[in-house]
């Protein structure tokens, strides 16, 4: 019985969550068209005004002011001296006499754009916290609030390092840093149409198994482009690599549908720079390694930037310096088979060891 491609489409990929690049070239015959009902447009509100932003400067004066004790050991602080910015990757921590001022500022988050005081909850970020000790002896350091979405926490402007702050164990050995899917930067609109390829020809074959449940393919849990790890990101890189030697065929060639597939995966295979064919498992390898470079360089290209730093703190005033050094990174990944990045529901995930 004849199945449409729309069908296998709507059957095998759609409820995976799979982006397939190729579905807009289905032929309007193929398809049937639905019209979406008129939707009457909603009155558009318009935006309160915003206040004035409450400054860190202020909102750690407000803390420290609330205290004599604190007071004595802010004044302390300043006259140290004491400079905890690192020139690469280390752990410092708050001097014990300090702490004190440490704990009363780690848990106040920071003021958000529009409000005029900042928050405190059980465990706080630290961020607040940091940008105070850290002001006293790097002047130009200021929030980075309006910096938009995808900026480092903090910035210090006269050296434009960035620093990113975290606040989990110390003894984790992953971090996070953020959801990586929009589709803003011409990066990332190549990195997702990669996912997309990649992923969405991997669900396409392994649909034909004869159990529609199959949870593995080689014993590999199979992943999509929200949750995957090296393993299975390099399993479905082998899909797309048996595609690539089918759609050459010269029977294919003639339909327009497959010539798409091709351009897709030729797209693919330049903008990760994979070299002449050597065999299924070095290139899904390096395929997969290229990828995973380019969505964690493209995420810390402004998120604190290459030289800037992502700080791990704790509420004991131990400071994890991680810092961001592009060079080192791929050097690093020239190792193909390497385990520094992972995908859980669309946040980016990576092993600490990497820049250290």
Known sequence: MYKSLHSIYLEHVQKSGIRAPWLSIISEADVEQVQPEAVPAKAVKP???????????????????????????????????????????????????????????????????????????????????????????NPTLQDNRLAGVGSADLIITATETGIEVKAYPTTEGWLKIGKFSKNVTEDQKMNNMCLDTIFGLDTLLR????????????????????????????????????????????VLANYEFFKIIESKIKQVADYLQLPSVKGLDEDSSMLANSLMYKLLTTKLKNKPGDGGFIVNVDKLGNIEWLKVDFANIEEKFKKIDNEYVKVNTGELFFYKELLK
């Open 207 to 250: 649909s034909g198994k004869s159990s529609s449940n199959e949870p593995t393919v080689d014993n590999v849990k199979a992943g999509n482009i929200l949750t995957f790890n090296k393993t299975n990101l390099k399993k479905a890189c082998i899909s797309l690599l048996r595609v690539a030697s089918l759609v050459t065929d010269p």
């Open 47 to 137: 935006k309160k005004a915003s206040a004035p932003i409450k400054s860190y400067d202020a909102v750690c004066q407000t803390v420290i002011d609330s205290n004599p004790e604190l007071v004595k050991l802010a004044d302390r602080w300043t006259a140290s001296e004491i400079k905890l910015l690192p020139a690469t990757s280390t752990i410092n921590s708050i001097p014990a006499t300090f702490q004190p001022l440490w704990k009363a500022l780690y848990e106040v988050t920071p003021p958000k754009v529009g409000q005029e005081e900042g928050g405190t909850k059980g465990s706080g970020n630290g961020e607040v916290a940091l940008y105070w000790f850290l002001k006293q002896t």
